[in-house]
């Protein structure tokens, strides 16, 4: 059972299209990050929320930390091809650095 | 520049055998971890470190183990691989800081198939 549960898995969206993926959990975490990942590579951090109703903007993608500090959001605006990877949230707790991860997200932007 | 790094890059093995992977990290981090990735499961961490010959255990650390002699080196060890270990595994590593949680920098992964 994932500790924290990312949908969609898998979306394919035209170049221009705006897109939410979700990462929700019934746990409180003390901060959430976003991660990417591309085929043959580590995932590379996005962004990290500490705050319960924070949002951050990374240029065409908006992160927000829900209020109860349960559940996180990432929205891309006009999605370009370079988007396409998997999209990973990771929760994480005051002790020991430790993270849990989401299932992820599949993301395919065509051309 | 600092990095991380993994080897080898692809492994195969056949069930039974031990089967050691090395990961090496020169940013001076405290803290090692081990992850297993697995389509739908995302990342689960296996074991973790957070100095020299501390070890820890993490979601799923049967049949691994780790141990840690530097800073900058934490090999993961599968005692008798099973098919059940194929997948794809990272290392990462972060600092020991006082934020609320740390980066983490990932190795580029280990392609492991268990025959």
């Known amino acids: 059972t994932q500790l924290l549960e990312q949908s969609p898995q898998f979306l394919s969206i035209q170049e221009g299209e705006n897109l939410t993926v979700y990462c929700n959990s019934s746990?409180?975490?003390?901060?959430l990050q976003w991660y990417r990942q591309e085929p043959g590579e580590g995932p590379v951090l996005l962004v990290t929320?500490?705050?319960?109703?924070e949002v951050k903007k990374l240029k065409r993608l908006t992160f927000q930390f829900g209020d109860a500090r349960k559940d996180s959001s990432l929205h891309i605006t006009a999605a370009q091809p370079g988007d396409t990877g998997l999209y990973l949230c990771?929760?994480?707790?005051?002790?020991?650095?430790?993270?849990?991860f989401g299932g992820g997200t599949r993301l395919m932007v065509k051309p | 520049d600092a990095e991380i790094t993994q080897s080898p890059r692809h492994k195969i093995t056949e069930t039974g055998r031990q089967v050691t992977l090395a990961c090496h990290q020169t940013?001076?981090?405290?803290?090692m971890f081990w992850y297993r990735q697995d389509l739908g499961h995302g990342l689960r961490l296996i074991h973790y470190?957070?100095?020299?010959?501390?070890?820890n255990k993490g979601e799923v650390s049967d049949g691994y183990s780790v141990s840690r002699s530097n800073t900058e080196d934490l090999p993961l060890t599968l005692e008798s691989a099973a098919s059940s270990q194929t997948s794809v595994y990272f290392c990462?590593?972060?600092?020991?800081?006082?934020?609320?949680?740390?980066?983490?920098?990932f190795g580029p992964g280990t392609r492991l198939t268990v025959l």
């Open positions: 990462a590593s972060s600092d020991s800081g006082t934020g609320a949680v740390d980066t983490q920098y």
């Open positions: 746990s409180v975490f003390s901060s």
């Open positions: 929320v500490v705050t319960g109703g």
């Open positions: 990771a929760g994480g707790r005051n002790a020991g650095n430790m993270l849990t």
């Open positions: 940013w001076n981090h405290n803290n």
């Open positions: 470190s957070y100095g020299v010959h501390d070890t």
